[in-house]
């Protein structure tokens, strides 16, 4: 009779744990939305199921005032450098020359310094907070199934 106790209390904890890991998960998602409107949207656009390919002429009024990024959805997981028609600088075409896709442990590292992961890239930025990185993060991994046609 013990042992099913025990069982049981060990079940309903596996099951919890389970629960909170992944409402931390979604958290982690949410939150990331806002700030990727915030730091990143301006220059990368809106991550959306409509944005999958680069398109210029839609954008072009705001290249008049910043370096535009290439678009966003799906890169999780997307061999870095490889949106279709965008204009790469040099320094980001030199360094795909050994090619990675972009992960958790790369895109951290890229965000945390984008002049320390490629020096010379049109993107400056350094996301110095470890959570925000995270979030980021998390909210682009939720699209990563999305890749440009
Ligand atoms: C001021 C404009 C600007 C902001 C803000 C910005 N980026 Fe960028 N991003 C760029 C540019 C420009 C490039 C292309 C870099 C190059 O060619 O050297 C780029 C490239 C990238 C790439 C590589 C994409 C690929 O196709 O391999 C990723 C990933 C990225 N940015 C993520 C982010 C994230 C996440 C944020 C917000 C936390 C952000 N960027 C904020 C301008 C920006």
């Known amino acids: 009779m013990l042992r099913f106790w ?12 389970a629960t909170v890991a992944f409402a ?3 958290d982690d998602a949410e939150e ?12 990368h656009g809106n991550i959306s199921e409509d944005a999958l390919s680069w398109r210029p ?18 890169v999780y997981g997307r061999e870095a450098g490889t949106m279709p028609n965008y204009p790469y600088s040099n320094a980001f075409k030199a360094a ?3 090619p990675w896709a972009w992960d958790e442990d790369s895109l951290d590292g890229w965000l945390l310094s984008t002049q320390d992961f490629i020096r010379g890239s049109t993107m400056f930025l ?15 991994k939720k699209y990563a199934q999305y890749k440009p046609e």
């Open 32 to 43: 990331g939305r806002d700030h990727y409107v915030l730091l990143c949207s301006k220059c």
């Open 24 to 26: 931390a998960w979604a």
């Open 6 to 17: 025990t069982l049981l209390v060990r079940t309903l904890a596996a099951g919890a744990l």
């Open 57 to 74: 002429e839609a954008l072009f009024h705001q290249a008049v005032t910043m370096p535009l990024g290439p678009p966003l959805t799906g």
């Open 126 to 140: 350094k996301v110095e907070d470890d959570a925000i990185r995270a979030q980021v993060i998390a909210y682009l």
């Open 96 to 98: 795909i020359e050994n």
